[in-house]
């Protein structure tokens, strides 16, 4: 390092020093290996890259750089969308035509067929899976990418490691040391003990939270399924070594990084070893330490619960945690309200996350690489005669397209036929009807469907994440069936390859792509052009005498916007707040009410 970067360094050290050495000493009391940690916090920052150093220090004098309007995310799978990395490389004009300035890739770290949940089962951190290239290949993707100025996120798998693992291995040889870092038992009773308070994530695929492996005489905690090893993070050489995995891949030029599992970290007896206190220990000193060595990295978490145990994972604002969190909530009411037309629930929904400080960021997304899990406010609903069982069954039902007047089309994910619980999977246009539409008025409903929900994420305060193929259209595809090592999983009904003969069609307004992917531009156009859409603008939800129809108001310097939105199939007359309202899409002009198409959306602005 230069003396003007080690200076840099040590300021950054020195400003966290203190808190991340008394959190680390109260969880692991070991002088030595906080000594450690922090000669490799040094190591790492003095090997970060000059351009990756300059990212750091232009991005430390605006802290904020991601809570702007103009971020908008793709999600996507490396080998679905271009073969490889140098193939995304080649394909970066496309995303930026489609106004992404930051892209997800999905993981593609090392793992090994049939055991890699989608590359959650991490065989080697610091290995890309070759199918996909190599860590030279991906520092060139992301060297490109940020001359592009598009962002690059990845997702660190920190819960656990492949079965398949240097440290799994050795340990299932006998090995001490590496026995140390899961959790090994000799007999079956504190697993039993565990299984008493720890609910199970795949009841029906991988039931239990253990797995006896006969080779070597072990109980091993696998908490998601038995090629998943997790962690044992009561040993302090785990979160050393962990942590400078999250380092060196911050060091190929990552700007989010996405902690996967983030509540089932830290294990406990007689607990339910989800949201304890000590993985927000965990994550504030990950949080500290990535300001240290790389500051222009932020942490998104994957916390998948209800809002109540979501937030906490944001900190406090002396202490904070995550920068970004998934509103997953948010996410599956959107579907709930479409399937019953009840905005009620949603319109709850946003108030409680426009009442939390503007601070607290979240990422917004109709749809993930992940299933749809029906977790909903169902205290709430059973108000409104709407039963948690009976009404998931409805859900799937009306996405399977079984309900009379259902046009979408999908799959039950880990269906349970004890308890008739289950997820639910499939892309956006599939959803939204655009698979069955058969005739032209079909078509246009769909595709103005589609439009009227992304309208409805793009109007909310976050970052805006697309899933790959959205922008097109992209239907769900039934081909993963054919492969025996997919064929079990129907989440692959929404993983597919990228259509590139659709996309072909992008700048075709007579195709449904076309429709789509001009209109979510346009979308995307005027967030970027209004300040009302910035993140701390005040949000609150709008009155619309019509359960069906959703009303969101947001006011920044001056300017008020109002967004409507349609869930009905037939057109509504919604009364607008006092004074002049313009249509941001055609210009025309409303005072005292306006109308919406079926499933159809405004953007206005008051004039």
């Not at 009561?234 to 962990?242: D, G, I, K, L, T």
């Not at 509540?263 to 000590?278: A, F, Q, V």
């Amino acid at each position: 390092m230069t003396k003007q970067e080690e200076s840099r360094f040590q300021a950054r050290l020195a400003r966290h020093h203190d808190e991340l050495r008394w959190l680390y000493m109260e969880l692991y009391d070991n002088g030595s290996m906080f000594a450690e940690l922090c000669d490799q916090l040094h190591r790492f920052a003095d090997e970060r890259r000059p351009v990756l150093k300059k990212r750091d220090a232009a991005r430390e004098a605006e802290p904020d750089w991601y809570k702007h309007r103009d971020l908008l995310g793709s999600m996507l799978y490396i080998d679905n969308f271009a073969g490889n990395l140098n193939g995304v490389r080649k394909k970066l004009d496309y995303l930026e035509s489609a106004g992404v300035d930051c892209i997800h890739l999905m993981p593609f770290l090392d793992t090994v067929p049939g055991r890699s949940d989608g590359g959650y089962a991490v065989a080697d951190f610091r290995t890309v899976r070759p199918d996909l290239g190599t860590m030279d290949d991906l520092q060139k993707l992301t060297d490109a990418c940020h001359r592009k100025n598009i962002n690059v996120c990845m997702d660190f798998v920190m819960n656990h490691t492949s079965c398949d693992h240097q440290w799994a291995r050795r340990a299932r040889a006998g090995d001490g040391e590496y026995m140390s870092r899961y959790f090994f038992y000799d007999n079956p009773s504190i697993p039993a003990e565990y299984e008493k308070t720890v609910p199970q994530v795949f009841p029906t695929t991988a039931p239990g939270n253990f797995t006896y492996f006969e080779d070597c005489g072990y109980w091993v905690m696998t908490t998601f399924y038995p090629y998943q090893w997790d962690l044992n993070y009561h040993n302090p050489r785990v979160f050393n070594e962990m942590m400078y995995n999250f380092l060196f891949l911050a060091n190929q030029g990552m700007d989010i990084i996405r902690i996967d599992a983030v509540p089932y970290i830290w294990k406990e007896l007689g607990t339910s070893c989800r949201n304890l206190d000590k993985v927000h220990t965990i994550v504030r000193m990950m949080r500290m330490i990535g300001e240290i060595v790389c500051p222009s990295v932020i942490l998104l978490g994957e916390v998948v619960m209800e809002p109540v145990k979501v937030v906490p994972y944001f900190g406090t604002v002396d202490k904070p945690e995550c920068h970004l969190l998934y509103n997953v909530t948010t996410m599956c009411t959107t579907w709930h309200t479409v399937a019953t037309r009840d905005t009620r629930l949603l319109r709850g929904q946003l108030d409680s996350v426009a009442g939390l400080p503007k601070q607290y960021l979240f990422l917004n997304y109709l749809r993930c690489h992940d299933d749809i899990g029906w977790g909903l406010d169902y205290p709430t609903l059973r108000q409104w005669g709407m039963e948690e069982v009976p009404h998931k069954k409805y859900l799937n039902e009306f996405f399977l397209g079984h309900t009379p007047g259902s046009v979408s089309r999908g799959e039950l994910y880990n269906d349970d036929p004890t308890t008739g619980d289950a997820r639910f999977c499939g892309t956006t246009a599939s959803m939204c009807g655009l698979e069955t539409a058969r005739t032209d008025e079909e078509r246009a409903l769909a595709v103005r469907k589609d439009l009227m929900l992304h309208a409805m994420m793009l109007f909310q305060s976050g970052i805006p994440m697309l899933y790959s193929g959205d922008e097109i259209g992209q239907l769900n595809d039934y081909s993963y069936k054919d492969d025996p090592a997919r064929a079990g999983d129907s989440r692959y009904i929404h993983r597919g390859k990228l259509p590139w003969d659709r996309a072909a069609q992008r700048s075709d307004l007579s195709t449904p792509a076309g429709q789509i992917f001009s209109g979510l531009h346009e979308l995307e156009s005027l967030r970027r052009e209004h300040v009302a859409f910035e993140a701390s603008a005040d949000v609150w939800t709008l009155d619309t005498g019509d359960i069906s129809v959703l009303g969101i108001g947001r006011y920044y310097d001056g300017e008020m916007l109002a967004g409507l939105f349609n869930f009905d199939t037939a057109p509504k007359t919604i009364p607008l707040p006092d004074g002049t309202w313009r249509d941001l899409h055609s210009g025309a002009e409303y005072s005292g009410s306006a109308p919406l198409e079926p499933c159809g959306y405004l953007w206005l602005l008051h004039l």
